[in-house]
């Protein structure tokens, strides 16, 4: 049998398979009203046809813990009941094909406030409904982009309290799996960095320290999640920053950290924190970093990064490189991607009743 095609149980969650969604921003959400931050068709038809088309476990995309947690004006939240009830109907039909529904939790820190991509990306006040962003340090991501508020150390505890009552909504909006966005640049991605996070308090300076707000959040949402469901982390390996940066040896210590606390899968990502770094983009340019992780500790990792192919994402799970790939772009263009891969490489995989003519 294909690896890729392979049940994956962790605690009492058994994922079908080993073909899983990335998260990604949509930037449809309402901006203001009653339904701001809430799913909508666009979110329901846009999930509804990954799993339709086979994928395993879905993790919705980076969702705000608060309002100024989000990216943009126009991205999900999950801090209110509205949005939870909201989200029930997505999660309801990821289960109703045999998906595993999971959430990002995220807060973007100093990158927030921003507009859609298609709009430019560049950041947005007041009068596009945007707000001030908060960070470790008073340290704009780039040339452009706002000085943020430093967080003092009450607000750091304040927004520990939201990553925590945001996963109790997502229990009751129906996830299996939560996901901590510790990646890409955004708020805890800050504080882990030397390049972002220069404070001189118990939230700065040495390894442990930078490490104290991410295992805070982790303690603070382990503890409101239940034990039978599993609690991802995503991380940023390598800021790909000539120096002082975070990089793939502070992975590796941290991922032990992880797993002490209660982090069941490492989603292994690179990037977002440095607007400087180079980059070098290629074919799963970012799975070695998920596999020293695999190799040199004992929490289990997923892959991502310009995974496109069926036989390179089995390669990479045959070859113990990773437990799963995580795929994006791909995803969008291929919603059906699993079913495809599956015929290829002689796997099973759910294929709706009403799709029971293309198999």
């Known amino acids: 049998m294909s690896a890729l095609f392979e049940p994956y149980a962790l605690r009492e969650v058994t994922i079908p398979n080993r073909v899983w969604m990335s998260p990604m921003c949509q930037y449809s959400a309402a901006p203001e009203g009653p339904d701001t931050g809430a799913p909508n068709d666009w979110h329901f038809a ?3 046809a990954r799993a339709a088309g086979g994928t395993g476990l879905i993790v919705v995309e980076a969702t705000g813990v608060s309002p100024e947690g989000r990216i943009s004006p126009w991205d999900l939240g999950i801090w209110n009941d509205t949005q939870v009830e909201a989200f029930r109907r997505i999660t309801r039909f990821l289960v109703s094909q045999g998906t595993v529904p999971a ?3 995220a807060h973007a820190g100093r990158k927030a406030s921003t507009d859609r991509p298609w709009k430019g990306g560049a950041p947005v006040g007041p009068d596009s409904y945007g707000w001030q962003p908060v960070a470790p340090s008073a340290i704009p ?15 750091i505890q304040e927004v520990v309290g939201q990553f925590a009552d945001a ?4 229990l009751a909006a129906g996830f299996e799996i939560a996901e901590i966005h510790g990646a890409h640049g955004y708020l805890i991605n800050e504080f882990l960095s030397p390049h972002s996070n220069h404070r001189t308090d118990e939230y700065g300076g040495s390894y442990e320290n930078r490490t104290r707000f991410a295992l805070q959040v982790v303690d603070a949402v382990r503890a409101v999640w239940p034990q039978d469901k599993p609690l991802f982390f995503r991380i940023s390996a390598t800021d790909w920053l000539e120096k002082d ?47 020293r992780v695999k190799a040199e500790t004992s929490l289990p990792v997923a892959a991502v990064g310009l995974i496109t192919e069926a036989e390179q994402a089995e390669k990479i799970v045959a070859n113990d490189e990773a437990d799963a790939v995580l795929l994006g772009r791909e995803l969008l263009r291929n919603p059906s991607w699993a079913r495809h891969a599956a015929r290829e490489l ?6 709706p009743d ?5 198999v």
């Not at 991501?141 to 607000?155: I, R, Y």
């Not at 940066?245 to 292994?268: C, M, N, P, S, Y």
């Not at 009403?354 to 293309?358: E, K």
């Open 46 to 48: 846009h999930y509804a």
């Open 103 to 105: 959430i990002q939790l």
């Open 141 to 155: 991501f780039a040339d452009g982009h706002p000085v943020p508020t430093e967080l003092t150390a009450d607000g």
């Open 167 to 170: 996963a109790r909504r997502a």
């Open 245 to 291: 940066g975070w990089t793939a040896d502070d992975t590796v210590r941290f991922a032990a950290d992880l797993k002490a606390h209660g982090i069941d899968l490492l989603d292994v990502s690179t990037g977002g924190n440095g607007s400087g770094a180079h980059i070098p983009v290629g074919p799963g340019y970012q799975v070695p970093f998920a596999a």
């Open 346 to 351: 002689g796997g099973d995989v759910h294929v």
């Open 354 to 358: 009403q799709y029971h003519r293309s």
